[in-house]
């Protein structure tokens, strides 16, 4: 082989090292965006990855409709993992959590629109092998689509309370309970819940006014004389954020009517019951 031949192998081979080195030093590129879409009758939907230094980012595409709240939540155990807002159909850039340090933005639409969302991180921030996963959750709700549901609460002959079970999660953060209250009578409500992000409110339905609101006042026990007959809602609620992504947090809710003011105890064996229903968390539809 000639002198000039191996001399053009080497130079081959040093020209192929190097940009193999320079390859591995870049990030690589971020795929076609993804697009976002909803289950029927879901306001809610979730993206679960990983970021790293030589994937730094992913973007998502997401479409809202007009009249609607479009929210984003970043759910990450990594403070070094941002996302940032594109309103796409105007060209303008709408947040950059880099800058505000949210985890959580919401805008609202009156026409059409398509966002444009990366999560990121600064991979000069980033070491070899970290890979911090990350869950983000994209929401598209009107004034009527998060309506709660409602119950109306009845009670059984000769027992002054009645009991619940229920959970709440993302998609539907709330519910209420109805009851007539007779005048004179007491109203008691308790909430039976391992998650202290749940709480619950107690509306008198003619006034409009609420009496006790437990994520504001903190309680999991109230009570009050109705001076006259009327209806009153309780909500059990928690923001959405508050809840873990994909999952139902369970709660017992005790709601009692009775003459006079001495706190009457649940019914026998009720307490156990609510507090072994409301333990824990089920798997989100």
Same mark, same amino acid.
């Given at each position: #082989?000639?002198? =000039?031949?191996?001399?053009?192998?080497?130079?081959?081979?040093?020209?192929?090292?190097?940009?193999?080195?320079?390859?591995?030093?870049?990030?690589?590129?971020?795929?076609?965006?993804?697009?976002?879409?909803?289950? &029927?009758?879901?306001?809610?939907?979730?993206? !679960?990855?990983?970021? =790293?230094?030589?994937?730094?980012?992913?973007?998502?595409?997401?479409?809202?409709?007009?009249?609607?709240?479009?929210?984003?939540?970043?759910?990450?155990?990594?403070?070094?993992?941002?996302?940032?807002?594109?309103?796409?159909?105007?060209?303008?850039?709408?947040?950059?959590?880099?800058?505000?340090?949210?985890? +959580?933005?919401?805008?609202?639409?009156?026409? &059409?629109? +398509?966002?444009?969302?990366?999560?990121?991180?600064?991979?000069?921030? #980033?070491?070899?092998?970290?890979?911090?996963?990350?869950?983000?959750?994209?929401?598209?709700?009107?004034?009527?689509?998060?309506?709660?549901?409602?119950?109306?609460?009845?009670?059984?002959?000769?027992? &002054?309370?009645?009991?619940?079970?229920?959970?709440?999660?993302?998609?539907?953060?709330?519910?209420?309970?109805?009851?007539? #209250?007779?005048?004179?009578? +007491?109203?008691?409500?308790?909430?039976?819940?391992?998650?202290?992000?749940?709480?619950?409110?107690?509306?008198?339905?003619?006034?409009?006014? !609420?009496?006790?609101? =437990?994520?504001?006042?903190?309680?999991?026990?109230?009570?009050?004389?109705?001076?006259?007959?009327?209806?009153?809602?309780?909500?059990?609620?928690?923001?959405?954020?508050?809840?873990?992504?994909?999952?139902?947090?369970?709660?017992?809710?005790?709601?009692?009517?009775?003459?006079? +003011?001495?706190?009457? &105890?649940?019914?026998?064996?009720?307490?156990?019951?609510?507090?072994?229903?409301?333990?824990?968390?089920? =798997?989100?539809?």
């Amino acid at each position: #082989m000639s002198v =000039s031949r191996i001399r053009s192998i080497r130079s081959l081979a040093a020209a192929t090292g190097i940009a193999l080195c320079a390859a591995l030093a870049l990030p690589a590129l971020a795929d076609t965006p993804v697009t976002v879409t909803f289950q &029927p009758n879901s306001h809610w939907a979730q993206e !679960v990855n990983t970021v =790293s230094r030589y994937d730094y980012y992913h973007d998502y595409s997401v479409a809202i409709p007009a009249d609607k709240t479009f929210q984003v939540n970043l759910v990450t155990r990594d403070p070094n993992v941002f996302f940032k807002v594109k309103d796409e159909t105007h060209d303008k850039q709408l947040v950059d959590t880099l800058q505000t340090g949210a985890t +959580t933005w919401s805008t609202q639409t009156t026409e &059409p629109t +398509t966002y444009s969302i990366r999560v990121y991180v600064q991979p000069e921030a #980033m070491q070899r092998d970290e890979k911090p996963k990350y869950a983000l959750q994209i929401g598209q709700y009107g004034k009527n689509d998060l309506q709660p549901a409602t119950t109306a609460v009845t009670f059984q002959d000769n027992n &002054p309370w009645a009991q619940m079970t229920g959970s709440v999660d993302p998609q539907a953060p709330s519910h209420d309970f109805t009851v007539a #209250m007779a005048a004179g009578k +007491t109203l008691a409500v308790n909430l039976i819940t391992q998650n202290p992000d749940v709480h619950f409110t107690v509306k008198d339905q003619a006034s409009g006014n !609420v009496l006790v609101d =437990s994520g504001k006042t903190p309680t999991s026990k109230w009570s009050t004389t109705v001076p006259a007959a009327g209806n009153y809602t309780v909500s059990v609620y928690a923001a959405p954020t508050a809840l873990p992504a994909g999952r139902q947090v369970k709660y017992a809710l005790q709601i009692g009517q009775y003459a006079g +003011t001495a706190a009457q &105890p649940a019914a026998g064996g009720t307490a156990a019951a609510a507090a072994s229903a409301a333990a824990g968390s089920s =798997s989100g539809h």
